[in-house]
């Protein structure tokens, strides 16, 4: 069974600072991997979409990348802004007969002013 | 504005109550689920569809039921709501289940049962 794992759960940077977020995931059968933004109360916005084929996705100040024999993925945001204070989310879609995808839990981003 | 759109918003039960979440959504999507977000939990699958006339189970199924009788609609009953079943119900479409098309999400649904 996949399992998706975020770490660290919290993490607290200044304005202006370039960060990363990691994801691992334990099945490298992995198909793709998504990345979504949830703000407090509301539903999920899907950021990027890694399939599994390719090695990074790259929207505006985002970049994800995918490495599947190490089981990991990372979302690069330069230039952090206090709009991108958020739960980010990562979720692995392992391919036919699951048709689900498979949640880490979450880091949650504050940007301070 | 094309989307997937769940009502209500937020609904309050008894124990033992029954009610249906709705689900719609205009992107002529074949796919559609039904996740549940509880602290600590994350997000985990009810129910899914591959299509009209087509549903299966995700990884928590019980107390719920869907049937999905057009292509635009899924929604996820509680037959007998429980305490436990308190959580933030999330529908969400793509447009196959081949996992090739990113998911869109609605808004949510907070459920608090007493």
């Known amino acids: 069974k996949q399992e998706v794992t975020q770490i660290p759960a919290a993490l607290s940077v200044p304005e202006g600072e370039n960060l990363v977020l990691n994801c691992s995931f334990t099945?490298?059968?992995?198909?793709?991997l998504q990345w979504f933004r949830q703000d407090p109360g509301k539903g999920l916005t899907s950021l990027l979409l890694i399939q599994s084929s390719q090695r990074e996705q790259t929207s505006g100040r985002l970049n994800a990348s995918l490495d599947k024999s190490s089981g990991r993925s990372t979302l690069y945001i330069a230039a952090s802004q206090p709009g991108d204070s958020a739960t980010y989310l990562c979720a692995g879609y392992s391919g036919a007969g699951s048709y689900q995808l498979t949640f880490g839990k979450g880091t949650k981003l504050s940007v301070i002013p | 504005n094309a989307g997937v759109t769940q009502t209500p918003k937020f609904q309050v039960l008894k124990t033992g109550q029954s009610m249906t979440l709705q689900c719609a959504q205009d992107?002529?999507?074949?796919?559609m689920s039904w996740y549940r977000q509880d602290p600590g939990m994350g997000l985990r699958l009810i129910h899914y569809?591959?299509?009209?006339?087509?549903?299966d189970q995700g990884e928590v199924p019980n107390g719920y039921n869907v049937s999905r009788s057009t292509t635009e609609d899924f929604p996820l009953r509680l037959l007998s709501a429980a305490p436990s079943q308190t959580s933030v119900y999330f529908c969400?479409?793509?447009?196959?289940?081949?996992?090739?098309?990113?998911?869109?999400f609605g808004s949510g649904t907070r459920l608090t049962v007493v």
């Open positions: 099945d490298s059968a992995i198909y793709n």
């Open positions: 992107m002529n999507h074949e796919y």
């Open positions: 969400a479409s793509s447009y196959s289940k081949a996992g090739a098309n990113s998911y869109t």
């Open positions: 569809s591959v299509g009209a006339g087509i549903t």
